[in-house]
T-cell receptor, first 114, second 112 residues
Framework: DTEVTQTPKHLVMGMTNKKSLKCEQHMGHRAMYWYKQKAKKPPELMFVYSYEKLSINESVPSRFSPECPNSSLLNLHLHALQPEDSALYLC?????????????FGPGTRLTVT | DQQVKQNSPSLSVQEGRISILNCDYT??????FLWYKKYPAEGPTFLISISSIKDKNEDGRFTVFLNKSAKHLSLHIVPSQPGDSAVYFCAASVRGDYKLSFGAGTTVTVRA
């Protein structure tokens, strides 16, 4: 099973709203990732969790707040977003990178900020 | 500074023929290379990878070739099928580093 699931599939929120994106994997992977992808562009890394601890924050604005409650779950809390934050948000997971392993992506959440 | 480059934004190929996608990289520290396929409004799907200790890896219709001296890799799809129409991203990483460096993508269209 190489499945990463994400909910919701679509989300429309106003600039004053608070919402959360959820991601789950049951592959036993101990590294999980959040990416942002704009149309016709490659994915941009936002955050990496390794063994449930934040390992990388790619200078993401504080209106995006990640959380890793356990080894299978990853959340992205959203608050006071801007219209330019509208994008496809992708979650991915992989084995921990002491070696080189492929990342498996979820289907994404299409976020629209109005 | 883009370290992974896919210089062909699009490729059109007839069904049954070979699709060849190219990728160049500049960082000599990269030692693992991957190809992902992406349909619109979906997440990227892992296709095939290759370690820098190899020069070829094959999986069914997909073969990846690595030329380290030229810092070049290519993905061959034989035979091409209509379901192969998608955007293909080349990616590279350094052992122990979580970051994947992606190319800009190549849109493949398979014509009937």
């Amino acid at each position: 099973d190489t499945e990463v699931t994400q909910t919701p599939k679509h989300l429309v929120m106003g600039m004053t709203n608070k919402k959360s994106l959820k991601c789950e994997q049951h592959m036993g992977h101990r590294a999980m990732y959040w990416y942002k992808q704009k149309a016709k562009k490659p994915p941009e890394l936002m955050f990496v969790y390794s063994y449930e601890k934040l390992s990388i924050n790619e200078s993401v604005p504080s209106r995006f707040s990640p959380e890793c409650p356990n080894s299978s779950l990853l959340n992205l809390h959203l608050h006071a977003l801007q219209p330019e934050d509208s994008a496809l948000y992708l979650c991915a997971s992989s084995q921990v990178r002491d070696q080189s392993y492929e990342q498996y992506f979820g289907p994404g959440t299409r976020l629209t900020v109005t | 500074d883009q370290q992974v480059k896919q210089n062909s934004p699009s490729l059109s190929v007839q069904e049954g023929r070979i699709s060849i996608l190219n990728c160049d990289y500049t960082n000599s520290m990269f030692d693992y290379f991957l190809w992902y396929k992406k349909y619109p409004a979906e997440g990227p799907t892992f296709l095939i990878s290759i370690s820098s200790i190899k020069d070829k890896n094959e999986d069914g219709r997909f073969t990846v070739f690595l030329n380290k001296s030229a810092k070049h890799l290519s993905l061959h799809i034989v035979p091409s099928q209509p379901g192969d129409s998608a955007v293909y991203f080349c990616a590279a990483s350094v052992r122990g580093d979580y970051k994947l460096s992606f190319g800009a993508g190549t849109t493949v269209t398979v014509r009937a």
